[in-house]
């Protein structure tokens, strides 16, 4: 038990972390190319945060979430995702002071008790993006393009990017009552989730797993029917401004997302060799979700995607580059005497940043040469007895074998 981490969670081993480095690195740089400034938000909120705004009807607040009381008597939830946090940071630095468009990023772990499995943990890590203050499609359009572009730029093949509108707060009870009415025919065979969705939040039965090869489900009414103008023209605009992009997409009225704040438009890419969990990032826009927290009205779109996933999708496809060992020098010694030397070089190597190592379990000379080669160093640094009374280093170059003696002081410049 000691030895076991938690269900759901994942070790990140040193041989792993080059996958992840690159693959956070990357969006770095595509949201410095896109003009996205890094945020960062606490771990945990409060609870009240996420039932607000991600909805108390969902799956994510109804069974998944990480919620406790702290010894201060307050209820506290670990992240499960980060846009409503991003929004309450929005909101409570005012970060809308100088009235422009406000654009973040962000990259950390997010909590959700599901029922782990591959490519789906209690602790994941997302990256994401949020955009706050324009309503104009052609932001959906931006983070869209982000979103589909740093994918495509790691090389990764089979995506699909699926688009929908879910209309808005003028249109889309129009079309919740068709549904109810719709789906409220089939009662019987709709599973025990879908059942109890009816009432709730009867578009989510539109993309619900177990009924979704169920015959009455090709036939549901189509949000297209029920949308204002406004939701219909945004969506026309985004659809023309990916087209102009050169963006091949599909519609999927059944997408509908799982949490409560999406209005017009939602996306999602997804990686189809990964099958159940294939959705490697999802979003859209939450024109409503900074009035719930407390704000003035304020348009918003974003989206995350699952480091995980990522890294999964990009291993079934050998793009993960390979760790490159950078160690410059090891540092070989013989004698107590030649030892001090060495720690001074080592230490002064180090210094300067250069990567350096020794052996301090007291190993032969053959011995710690062995550990150099093996090791990936460039450099031998050798400090024998003739080396220790003229204050000079032999300097091994361990891959073409050439040798040759400089003094002590000279040694740290060589590599600088
Ligand atoms: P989401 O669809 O819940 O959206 O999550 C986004 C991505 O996070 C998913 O596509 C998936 O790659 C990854 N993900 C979600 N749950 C797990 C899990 N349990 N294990 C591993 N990966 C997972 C959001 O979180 C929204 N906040 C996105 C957004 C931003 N919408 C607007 N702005």
Redo the contacts with the bound molecule.
Sequence with gaps: MLTNAPR?TKDILPEQISGWLYVENEFRKICAAYGYEEIRTPTFEHTELFQRGIGEATD?VEK?MYTFTDRGNRSITLR?????S?VRAYLQNKLYADGNLVKLFYIGS?F?Y?R?QA????E???F???ALGEKNPAVDTEIILLAWNFLKNLGLDELKLKINTVGCPACRPVYRQKLQHYFGEYLDELCGDCKSRLNKNPLRILDCKVDAGKEFMDEAPQIETCLCDECREHFARVKDLLTAANVEFEVDSRLV???D??TKTAF??QYTPLGA?S????????DGLVEEIGGNPTP???????????LIALEKQNLIPTAQKNLAAFIVTAGSEAEIHGFKLLNDLRQKNIPATMDFAGRSMKAQMKQASKSGAKFALIIGEDEVSDKSVTVKNLETSAQEKISFDEVVTKFI
């Design positions: 759901g994510v998944e499960p995702e980060n846009t409503a991003a997010m959700r599901d782990p490519g789906r943990l209690r994941f890590h997302q994401g993006v949020e997302r799982g949490l704040y999406y999602e890419i969990q959705a490697l990032a999802g979003g859209g826009r939450y918003g779109i974003g989206f995350a995607a699952g480091i995980e996933r990522i």
